[in-house]
């Protein structure tokens, strides 16, 4: 098994910054892509960022320019930096990688239980 722990959540104030970050552990041989998701009150749950083992990144385009992700691989880490906050940025942010557990596991995706970020003023 794998699990996936977040940190970092809080309150920020609009253009403000405030640092997520994502620690695997468990049965990990490699992780291929990690990624953070988030999800407002009443929305559905959307792709925020995702970075390859290769370190290859994608944004949605309303954080284009204001958040950054990255990882370290030696560590089974993945951080979110996120400045200037907006606050419909408001939402709970889940990790989520793709760990493959053997050589041979094609991989399968695991989530942590999530952070809160809260954009207010």
């Known amino acids: 098994q794998v699990q996936l722990v977040e940190s970092g959540g809080g309150l920020g104030q609009p253009g403000g910054s405030l640092r997520l970050s994502c620690v695997a552990s468990?049965?990990?041989?490699?992780?291929?892509?990690m990624a953070w998701y988030r999800q407002a009150p009443g929305m559905q749950r959307e792709l925020v960022a995702s970075?390859?083992?290769?370190?290859?990144?994608y944004y949605i385009d309303s954080v284009k320019g204001r958040f950054t992700i990255s990882r370290d691989n030696a560590k089974n880490t993945v951080n979110l930096q996120m400045n200037n906050l907006k606050p419909e940025d408001t939402a709970v942010y889940y990790c989520?990688?793709?760990?493959?557990?053997?050589?041979?596991?094609?991989?399968?995706?695991?989530w942590g239980k999530g952070t809160l970020v809260t954009v207010s003023s």
């Open positions: 989520n990688a793709d760990v493959s557990g053997t050589y041979y596991d094609p991989g399968m995706h695991y």
């Open positions: 970075i390859t083992v290769d370190s290859n990144t």
């Open positions: 468990g049965s990990i041989y490699s992780i291929n892509s």
